[in-house]
């Protein structure tokens, strides 16, 4: 079951809530001024919390010369003054630019949407934010795109050009992947290692998905990627998973393991869908929690923007 009801008043300017097309990915560049520091953090933002600042640039120590007029006298390196007898100043560089690695899901599972649009379409309106706000930021941004049968991987790009590569490749496939026949699902597992492989040290990786393909065997890899990167999970969901929907009728639905008609009717049937949905997200949550990941969760039920906002309203 793969659809989006239509509710053209409700969904972001050139959006269908299908198909993808650069006009609606676009737009987000010019959404990046609410996050830019020293405004509120975006990921405080997805946390709902209030008033939190998003952390500047670290600055790295380069050397220490003779004090010149006009040097800050709170760069003063006092042991090296006192040692040679004449004031010294320390000098900083600013921290470099760091890459910025999303993996974007948009597999089988993702390309359903029950009452705004597609989850993977909602995806894709968060990496197009998160990239131009890396791109604002000069840092620089890479992704692998996973479409459950096929890995493409963008190396880390600086400048616009690397939210422009990234935003027309994942439309492209994602469109050409609505047209295909379903396929036999690879899992999690293949894109966590290609993210392995393209990540430097050091990277901000942030995993978008629904993660319905996650293993526990997976965790091995997600620590491996933790001990030398920042990680982070956006869990992409859709209200009918959690059993909050006004469908009434029977719907034949399946898990990429197993199919098995609902009838949506039973209020059985929707608080069993609403349990399974708590405890795969608590079974997330507890990895994060383990592995010290920061877990946000967005809705393909509203539009991003207006849905990040209110998380603090």
Known sequence: MQYASSHPEKLPEHTDGVTLTLNELLQYK???????????????QLSGQHHSRQKGRGMNFSEVRKY??????RSIDWRVTA???????????????????LYLDFSASMRF?????????????MASLISWLATTQND????????????????????????????????EQHNDALQTSQEEQQPLEAGLKALQKLCPKGSDIIILSDFTRYS???????SQLRRHNQLQFIHIYDPLETGNTRYRGTEKVTNNNSVRWLNFSALS?????????????????????????????????QPLISQIVGKTE
């Open 30 to 44: 010019s959404q990046t001024v609410r996050w830019l520091p020293p405004g509120k953090s975006l990921w405080s």
């Open 83 to 101: 040692r040679t007898g004449k004031p010294h100043t320390k000098l900083f560089t600013e921290e470099r630019e760091r890459p910025v690695i």
């Open 140 to 171: 620089r941004i890479g992704a692998v795109l996973d479409s459950g049968t096929q890995l493409t991987e963008l190396r880390p790009t600086s400048r616009n050009k690397g939210s422009l590569q990234l935003l027309h490749t994942l439309t």
């Open 216 to 222: 526990p065997d997976d965790k091995t890899i997600l």
């Open 68 to 73: 010149q007029p006009g040097d800050d006298i």
């Open 113 to 125: 949407g029950s009452v705004l649009m597609l989850k993977s379409v909602q995806m894709a309106h």
């Open 269 to 301: 049937t929707r608080k069993q869908l609403e349990q399974a949905f708590l405890r795969g997200q608590n079974d997330l949550q507890s990895l994060c929690a383990s592995l010290a990941i920061p877990y946000y969760s967005i809705s393909s039920a």
